[in-house]
Structure formats: structure tokens, C-alpha cells
């Protein structure tokens, strides 16, 4: 059976939750999607550098709050907060409301997939040999305290004719278990002789949904 879908999609209300957290209507749902997509690209693009895990947008009547996820919060701070500024004045402009940044530390960046397949297309891109960038980077995770991880590269890997996808696991990614909390990353990376996929599935451990007891749902 193909697994054609992240991780966190099947997980989705169970231990995950979504990364656009607002509601609109059939008239103006497309417009707020491509400007969720803006936003995102925005951000990445003007602070790559910042090693940003996920951007999550809230939406209100009158007002929009998002909320970055980086490893390195002083690059998107700025001195005295002058990033942040510039950040929030274009969200302002852009959706037309108030706006407001919150800047996330991820404490251990070792175990964010995101940020571990960045760092391999980064050593791909310095021609470091695709072997060698899977190997540390499931070592530093390992060390860091997962469970398991899995890498595949795809692509002309060492520069070969014929493309294809190699991969590497190390302890367990039990990826059908939903209350496995499995983090999974994407990156690219543009060499001279064409683009290499990068894709990392880091196990964390289990998550126990809470149970509702019966109080609680007749409150509810």
C-alpha cells in the first residue's frame, strides 16, 4: 500500500492540529488559502538563514497572528525588535488587518525533521556525498534522544545518469500507529546536475490521546 500522505495529515485531531487555524465561507476561503501560501513563502525566502521549522497563521474578524517556529529566534527579532517590525507592517499591508508575530525557540533542533532535511540538502549542496549527510544527520537525532529515524534521498544522487531513492532507518517509525508522534520534514536541494529530494520521518515516541469522560461531554 503506497503511503502517499505526511504523517501529521492521518494524525490530525488525534495528536496533531492544523497550521491554519481560522474559518471563512465558500466566497472567501480561496483568498485566504493563497495568502496563507504568501505568507509562508515570504517568510522562508526573506529569513532562510533563521532555520524556520513551520509558520502557523491564526485568523480573527480583525486580526492575524502567526506564529514562527525557528531554531535561531535573534535573526527574526532583530536588533530591538526591528524584524519584528517589518514583519508585522507587511502582514498589515498585505491582508488589510492588525497583525501581530510571535517568534517559537524549538529547544532541541536535532529532533525537528524539517530542520534535519534542511541540513541535508545544505551538505548535499556543499558535495558532501548523500551517504555521509544521512548517516550524521540520523546520528545526531539518535543522540538527541529519537525513538527512530527514517531519510530517503531522490534524485541523481553523486551526480549519476539514472535517478532513483535510496533510504536509511534507524530504530523504529511505526508509521500507521496514530498515536505515534511522528515529525516529518521535505527539503530540496538545487545542484548542478538537477534537484535532489530530501524527506525525514523522526519518531518521537507515543502521545495518549485523552480520554473525554462522560462529565465533560455533557458539559460540553
Known amino acids: 500500500?503506497?503511503?502517499?500522505?505526511?504523517?501529521?495529515?492521518?494524525?490530525?485531531?488525534?495528536?496533531?492540529?492544523?497550521?491554519?487555524?481560522?474559518?471563512?465561507?465558500?466566497?472567501?476561503?480561496?483568498?485566504?488559502?493563497?495568502?496563507?501560501?504568501?505568507?509562508?513563502?515570504?517568510?522562508?525566502?526573506?529569513?532562510?538563514?533563521?532555520?524556520?521549522?513551520?509558520?502557523?497563521?491564526?485568523r480573527y474578524p480583525q486580526f492575524i497572528v502567526i506564529n514562527i517556529h525557528t531554531a535561531r529566534p535573534a535573526i527574526l527579532i532583530g536588533r530591538k525588535g526591528a524584524e519584528i517590525e517589518?514583519?508585522?507592517?507587511?502582514?498589515?499591508?498585505?491582508?488589510?488587518?492588525?497583525?501581530?508575530?510571535?517568534?517559537?525557540?524549538?529547544?532541541?533542533?536535532?529532533?525537528?525533521?524539517?530542520?534535519?532535511?534542511?541540513?541535508?540538502?545544505?551538505?548535499l549542496k556543499r558535495k558532501i556525498t548523500y551517504r555521509r549527510a544521512m548517516k550524521q544527520a540520523m546520528g545526531l537525532a539518535l543522540k538527541a534522544g529519537a525513538h527512530g529515524i527514517k531519510v530517503m534521498c531522490s534524485g541523481r544522487l553523486g551526480g549519476a545518469e539514472i535517478a532513483r531513492s535510496v533510504w536509511y532507518r534507524e530504530g523504529r517509525v511505526p508509521l500507521h500507529t496514530l498515536r505515534a508522534?511522528?515529525?516529518?520534514g521535505f527539503s530540496q536541494c538545487f545542484a548542478n546536475y538537477g534537484v535532489?529530494?530530501?524527506?525525514?520521518?523522526?519518531?518521537?515516541?507515543?502521545?495518549?490521546?485523552?480520554?473525554?469522560?462522560?462529565?465533560?461531554?455533557?458539559?460540553?
Open 196 to 220: 535532489i529530494g530530501v524527506k525525514v520521518w523522526i519518531f518521537k515516541g507515543e502521545i495518549i490521546p485523552k480520554k473525554e469522560t462522560r462529565a465533560e461531554s455533557k458539559e460540553g
Open 1 to 58: 500500500m503506497g503511503q502517499k500522505v505526511p504523517p501529521k495529515i492521518q494524525r490530525l485531531k488525534i495528536i496533531e492540529d492544523w497550521d491554519s487555524k481560522w474559518y471563512a465561507n465558500k466566497n472567501i476561503y480561496a483568498n485566504y488559502l493563497h495568502e496563507d501560501i504568501r505568507i509562508r513563502e515570504w517568510v522562508r525566502k526573506e529569513y532562510g538563514q533563521a532555520g524556520i521549522s513551520k509558520i502557523v497563521v491564526q
Open 86 to 123: 517589518r514583519i508585522r507592517g507587511w502582514l498589515t499591508r498585505i491582508s488589510g488587518k492588525k497583525s501581530d508575530v510571535n517568534v517559537i525557540e524549538i529547544e532541541n533542533p536535532l529532533l525537528d525533521a524539517q530542520l534535519v532535511a534542511e541540513s541535508i540538502a545544505r551538505a
Open 181 to 184: 508522534n511522528i515529525d516529518y
